[in-house]
């Protein structure tokens, strides 16, 4: 399934260089961080309805938006799917609430 992350994080990189009227993914980096939280946020909401629904189509369907959007993020930001996954493997093994304890120091 990493695989499917690679291959999103460089269809995502490519089009930076596309035109806004051609690509979707364009077209929110052309319109900014602002536009790229706000579709982040539309989707976050999504996800919470959909769960709430309990429709598990629906609820894999939100997610898949709201990731996708996240994955725009990243790469606008400079950022990969390989960042997020290297953080997640470092708290491997770590307990929630004593990952969270360390945040405040």
């Not at 996954?85 to 360390?102: C, N, P, V, Y």
Request: no cysteine; aromatic share 6%.
């Amino acid at each position: 399934m990493n695989d499917i992350l690679t291959q999103l994080a460089q269809i995502l990189e490519q089009r930076k260089s596309q035109s806004a009227d051609q690509s979707y993914v364009a077209s929110l980096y052309a319109k900014g961080l602002d536009t790229i939280l706000k579709k982040i946020g539309e989707e976050s909401a999504e996800t919470i309805i959909a769960a709430k629904g309990g429709n598990k189509d629906q609820i894999v369907y939100e997610i898949a938006d709201l990731w996708f959007h996240t994955l725009v993020l990243l790469a606008q930001q400079e950022l990969s799917p390989d960042d997020v996954l290297k953080e997640l493997q470092r708290r491997f093994g770590t307990s929630g609430i004593d990952e969270k304890a360390a945040r405040k120091k």
